[in-house]
């Protein structure tokens, strides 16, 4: 089991900035930030290998959203510029801690367990 802890959301205005941390601890293969706004499915947004530091991005995001681990405080982070109503929802990260392939990033299935997510609000 691995304990997942999400912090930094809140309210900014369009074009501001947020960076949100992942408490982790325990052991992971991948650690993903996803992203569920009202009435919406849960969507990926970023991934990293916590072992070798590769990361993924859906298109949305790119460009734009950061994912980075922080080894001195055991924690994987997603700093988000350029912010848009659009990014508005509860975001999660969540680990997978059985993975055997980098293949298949942001699939739902492949984690094990998830934070219990902070809210961030875009406002126009």
């Known amino acids: 089991q691995v304990q997942l802890v999400e912090s930094g959301g809140g309210s900014v205005q369009a074009g501001g900035s947020l960076r949100l941390s992942c408490a982790v601890s325990g052991y992971t293969y991948v650690v993903g930030w996803f992203r569920q706004a009202p009435g919406k499915e849960r969507e990926g947004v970023a991934a990293?290998?916590?072992?070798?530091?590769?990361?993924f991005y859906v298109d949305d995001v790119k460009g734009r959203f950061t994912i980075s681990q922080d080894h001195t405080k055991n924690t994987v982070d997603l700093q988000m510029n350029s912010l848009k109503p659009e990014d508005t929802a509860m975001y999660f990260c969540?680990?997978?801690?059985?993975?055997?392939?980098?293949?298949?990033?942001?699939?739902?299935?492949?984690?094990?367990?998830w934070g219990q997510g902070t809210q961030v609000t875009v406002s126009t």
């Open positions: 969540a680990a997978d801690r059985k993975g055997t392939t980098w293949a298949s990033q942001l699939s739902l299935q492949r984690y094990d367990d």
């Open positions: 990293i290998s916590t072992g070798g530091g590769k990361t």
